[in-house]
């Protein structure tokens, strides 16, 4: 997908990468804005299962579900991490009954004798184990878990390679409960005939390159007229119409923008902070150069603090999800920084739940990241509207979402969660009777206006995430979903309305490498493309980075082929940083100035605070410090290099080579700063400092 992910992801920040002369201070020149309190705000909850008397422990609050009910402390104990998978999300497909029965033994020996017949080409191994595994979850689809166990157990699955206990970490991801239901309908359900894409992609993506990734296809001019109802571009009075659709106003709005909090509540004090596999600061997380684990059963079981290499801290810690400590600091910041009158919205772009093991997942984790956030959310921003999207993590298992398509009504596995999150954004006030009925029928989506002229859209981004398996059904079909299907619907409402829309999802858009299915994001980049005038912004997250994307006009097809100039320009996506440290991130926050007639963001303001400063402290006489980090205007709005270099070319004449004042920070001002980068290094270098400070020592996993 040719979408411009400026500075991370493309050569112009080469230099700015590889120079050996830059250094950053920690967080100069950064300006700190906020002191947060050190003490736990305890009135933010109910009450309280566990407060320490200083910071040797993580405080525990009690959080209540949507009906009042309270989770019970032993869902988040840090002593008490779970060792079995969750039984209540277990879903497999019913069996065919024209299916063929066939012997599980039988299965298990030809799909071994397959892996290890090296007289095949590894893609041909691959194809053919998952037609015989095919046949098994077809006829007898309780059995597939099992099969999937052992095979992981005989080849010693290399995703658990850093595991010393391998056999049992085996047994626990592929229950039934966990992958192993998943994986068996994505086997049933997959079309993996030689005429689909299907099994190409499951062997490229799913098993990690025993299969070359197919080629980005070309959506057909047939499927394209069909799609947009042959109006392939936007109508000439939509291009001319003015973008003024909310109230005449001198101020701008402010919107608070934030994303993958990762609340931990089993992060424990203490823990090893730096262990060698999957997620640290948990009391059974280890270091295999200071604790011996062979033999160390994966669940409840804490390592001795004699045999710890560094300890998980208060405030929390690089590769560590966000301890409450670190959350509640964050929304003292945000309520801060929304000053006594508030914010005018606010968006919150998803990923509430923790990362872990499989079968440290369950329902009831998801349930209580959801209302300890949003209830937060609701008591530190008051009135303000909160429009949320649904992250990669924010369901169990983690990371999927099933079509309706599916048979058998397996369509449905994931409603409980569509449901609960309906009640309880109604609960605290974001949505109404229709909007929430719209969150149930599309999967978490919604669309909703909440200020004059502007729709926002909601909607999942699952459906084109790589990491959720059922994506890799019907690959050929660029929305087996049925949400852009949804979301360019809504846009047309829009469009018919005069309306102008912010889209708000979690995973980014686009080839970034690792992320997204091409087809379907082919396919929101011709719908981007068709509805550039209408679309005023879009926001994702994800990565925990701060960057974004450029998409240039391109209604073809085939969105490679589109052109990088800056002139072509169409749309802009941002992507916000993150408040876990997981990946070696500062928590950030984001406030948007946006113009409230043209909801165009005019300014934004990053900040963050600096927990490398605190990380190795046992306390500290305050709480954390935010900072403001840098305007994007001012960071970024002189483009006097390229147009002295003559390759400035946004269609807005330039003020003394500033971007005028007037003129809102859209897709012609980011495509123009890749432009001024290539004529200022030195924006670049300044770019990766800003990126660096946010994202701790650029290192991204």
Known sequence: MKVLLVCVYQALAVAAWTSSTLSYPSHAPATPVFTASRAFPTSAFSSMYFMPRKQEAIPRPVVTDVDGKPFPDRLNNPASMPSSAPKDSGVLPAPQASASSVSPAQIHHEVSSTIRNTSMSSCSRCKKALRLGQSLAQSQPHKVPGLLIQLCKEFQYKQFGRNPDVNRTCELSYT??????????????????????????????????????????????DFLNDWFDRQRTPPAHVKARSKDVGPS??????VLWTSDIHVDGRYAVGAEAECSYRYCCRSNSFNTSTFDAHGYLTGNQTVPPQNISTSSPYWGYEGCDAPWSLVASAFEAMQHLGGESGFDLALYTGDLVAHAQTWEESRDLVRYSESGLYDMMRHYLGNTTVVAAIGNHDSSPTEHAAPHALPDDRGRQFSWDWGYVSKLWQKEGWLNDSQAQTVRTHYGGYSLQPLPGLRVISFNTDFWYRGNSFAFIHTSNPDYSGTLRWVTDELQRAEDANERVWIVGHVLPGWDGYSSMDRPTNLFYQIVTRYQHTIAHMFFAHSHEDTLSVFYANSN??????????SRAVGISLFSPSVTPLTNMNPGIRVLEVDPQTYEIMDYHQYYTPLQDVQNKTSTDTGLVWYHLYSARETYGNFSAAEKAGNYSAPVTLDHGQWPSWAPLNASFWASVSDEMLARPELASMFHARWVLCSWEGVWE
């Open 557 to 566: 097809g085939n969105s490679s082929s589109a052109s990088t100039e800056t």
């Open 249 to 254: 106003s001198h101020k701008n709005i402010q």
């Open 176 to 221: 039934t409960g966990g992958q192993g239901g998943v994986f068996t309908q994505v086997l049933s359900y997959a079309d993996l005939s030689d005429e689909s894409t299907d099994a190409d992609y499951l062997c490229a993506q799913f098993f990690y390159g025993f299969c070359p990734m197919p080629e980005p296809a070309v959506l057909s001019e």
